[in-house]
């Protein structure tokens, strides 16, 4: 029998101290996500909001930006009662980018958040059963759809009036808070509600007697029993039924149940939905893969919140999210009769990441945190230029061909630097014009190689006789990886044909990404081409300076550490910078001077760390210039390192090799075959 701490009475008391909360699903998801940090980002030339909870956790959401706002609006709605309480929220979108991912995540999040006290679901049971003679040996009884013990108190009575009496004599609620509390009433699921009467007429209606039987328990969170959050994955046409979400009857109870109109013959935990009904996930994978009389199950389940058995209902309280790829949404859109569903659902349409620095961290997920070694069991080293040459061909191959904007242009704009020209308003509306076209795939990031097919060239890699031969997983070779998954996996010739030339594109950048590390390493320094850079940037700010001396002194202070610091302007060096850069007259010289300055006041106000490393042609202007000045040409420093007969050059090999090896993170194979791949002429831009 139930105790003190356990009985409805003290339950109701701690609904009304705020010691226990009485919400739905929609309001427990909007709480947890709303309670935390909120910060504002400009994403694709566009403000918007960044929820932190998705941002915490050695493994979180990356980007998603459109797709989160989207469903913390969607959730934040039915929270308020708005028409979104009626709908599903439906992510639909290519596979490997992130859909299941991010409700894995939520869910998780969710169990983390109920786990706190003050938050945690309670549900009832009911006790000596036994005694009323037509259960058999059956003694207790828990609420099937893990109904909250506030729905029973709002159902003790069958008069409401009764009911609401009772709230506010017995418990102390006002008359305001039990208005707020009916907002969200629902009646007792059938088998509560008759095992209740039943209870009722054994002790002639005393209501003090009748909560004896009544004992409150917390609702389990064990992820593995599928309660509060819960997954239904779609299975094949001959194994899957309606039982398998709504449950069914068991024999095993009506060997003990005497009355056959007793609905708790029905075992509904059998289902996926009722162990979620208390205010939980559930989450249906693939469900247009389903087979059309599970997906109308759905409707009536997402329309009215109800599950029915044989005229029976259970009340449910469930926040329901799904996914679904493009091919099976498109294929269901087709058949016109299916529309009522599509009506309940709120769709979003989930696109891939397209910011290659935050696919830095994406391919993290995919290469893996764990020291990763040969087949022999030794260390297998990274090269610090692989997460960068990976990064960059996935999210290539992800943008659309657009005539305003070149690939590039368009990479370096959706991670938010500088494309020349080129502003991030040009691509806000190529953005915009993409995702007027009615067929999805056509829109922005909607098409590309997505995670897995990343995953699938890391393994690729990894399997290789080279990497292992190496003991080094050497940035080129991800192309090749790649270039055998295009040509693998990928089916349509168009899209075949666009991500192969991508790849080019994406080793052309790696290309310009070696001459940098050659450079600093040649330096024997790791920030070299940085250094030189902003030297090229403060001279043209210093150029037109007042304090300018004969001696072309310029003293100024530095935005990154506040102190005050002299350089010499070298306007031949200016010079040779801005040829390379193509720049013949003085008028187009000084527009791109001005260009230069006007960036910097905007970047350096917001990050005084920034660097102009992120626009490439000045990064290769400099570099050229450097090359040139210091050892004749790259060409050269190619020849020099080609041709290592004389002790000279061997000399000069070594020390690179040295520095890459000490302070530019390569190891012995990676060090040699980039200085190999910088020594011929492959992937010139």
Not at 224 to 246: E, R, W
Request: with cysteine.
């Amino acid at each position: 029998m139930a105790t003190t701490n356990n009985t409805l009475k003290h339950h109701l008391a701690c609904v009304k101290d705020g010691s226990r909360i009485f919400e739905n699903a929609f309001q427990g998801v909007a709480r947890m996500i709303l309670d935390q940090p909120i910060e504002k980002v400009v994403v694709n030339g566009k403000t918007t909001y960044d929820f932190k909870i998705f941002r915490e956790g050695k493994k979180h959401v990356i980007g998603m930006y459109d797709e989160i706002n989207s469903f913390v609006s969607y959730v934040k709605d039915a929270a308020e009662g708005g028409s979104s309480k009626e709908m599903a929220y439906v992510l639909v979108g290519e596979p490997g980018n992130g859909k299941t991912f991010f409700v894995d995540f939520l869910s998780g999040r969710f169990r983390n958040f109920l786990a706190k006290d003050g938050n945690r679901k309670y549900t009832f049971r009911f006790n000596g059963l036994d005694k009323l003679g037509s259960y058999g040996k059956i003694a207790a009884i828990e609420s099937q759809t893990y109904e909250d013990p506030m729905i029973l108190g709002m159902n003790l009575h069958e008069d409401q009036g009764a009911n609401k009496d009772y709230l506010a004599k017995q418990i102390g609620f006002s008359e305001n808070e039990i208005e707020v509390l009916y907002e969200d009433y629902r009646p007792m699921g059938a088998c509560s509600g008759y095992i209740w009467n039943d209870i009722r007429n054994h002790t002639g209606g005393k209501l003090p007697e009748m909560l004896k039987y009544v004992e409150i328990i917390p609702v389990p969170l064990t992820e593995s029993l599928g309660t509060v959050t819960g997954k239904y994955p779609a299975k094949d046409k001959i194994t899957s039924s309606a039982v398998d979400l709504l449950g069914e009857e068991s024999i095993q109870r009506l060997l003990h149940i005497t009355d056959t109109n007793n609905p708790y013959r029905f075992d509904l935990r059998r289902g996926a939905l009722a162990r979620v009904a208390g205010g939980g996930i559930h989450f249906s994978d693939e469900i247009f893969k389903n087979k059309k009389d599970l997906v109308q199950v759905y409707l009536g389940v997402i329309q009215n919140r109800n599950i029915e058995i044989d005229g029976f209902k259970w009340p449910i309280d469930s926040l329901i999210i799904a996914t679904s790829n493009n091919s099976e949404f498109n294929r269901f859109l087709s058949e016109k009769e299916e529309a009522p569903i599509v009506d309940r659902c709120r769709i979003s349409y989930v696109s891939h990441n397209t910011n290659y620095k935050m696919q830095q961290e994406l391919t993290m997920y995919a290469v893996g945190n764990e020291t990763k070694t040969t087949i022999n069991k030794e260390y297998l080293h990274l090269d610090p230029n692989l997460n960068y040459a990976s990064s960059v061909a996935v999210v290539l191959t992800r943008l659309p061909r657009s005539e305003k904007l070149t690939s590039v242009e368009t990479m370096k704009l959706a991670a938010g630097e500088v494309a020349g020209e080129k502003s991030i308003k040009t691509l806000a509306e190529v953005i915009d014009t993409l995702n007027q076209d009615p067929d999805i795939t056509k829109r922005f990031g909607q098409k590309g190689l997505g995670q897995r097919n990343l995953g699938r060239a890391v393994q690729l890699m990894v399997e290789s006789s080279e990497t292992n031969e190496g003991r080094c997983m050497f940035a080129y070779d991800i192309y090749r990886a790649l270039e055998r998954i295009v040509l693998d996996y990928v089916t349509d010739a168009n899209d075949r044909a666009k991500y192969l030339e991508d790849l080019k594109v994406a080793k052309g950048l790696y290309r310009e990404r070696v001459m940098t590390e050659m450079f600093n390493a040649y330096m024997d320094e790791p920030q070299a081409i940085r250094k030189d850079v902003m030297n090229y940037v403060n001279m043209i700010i210093g150029i037109d300076a007042e304090n300018l001396g004969p001696d072309k002194m310029w003293k100024y202070k530095d935005p990154q550490t506040g102190d005050l610091k002299a350089l010499k302007v070298d306007e031949r060096y200016i010079k040779s910078v801005e040829e390379r850069l193509g720049l013949k007259t003085e008028e187009q010289r000084e527009s791109f001077r001005t260009s230069i300055r006007k960036i910097y006041g905007q970047k350096i106000s917001v990050d005084p760390n920034y660097d102009f490393m992120d626009n490439l042609e000045l990064v290769k202007a400099v570099t050229d210039v450097r090359l040139k000045s210091d050892i004749a040409g790259a060409g050269s420093l190619i020849g020099a390192l080609a041709n290592r007969t004389n002790e000279e050059n061997q000399k000069l090999y070594d020390r690179m090799v040295d520095t890459m090896l000490n302070k530019l993170n390569y190891c012995q194979t990676c060090a040699q075959k980039t200085i190999e791949y910088f020594c011929t002429q492959e992937d010139e831009n």
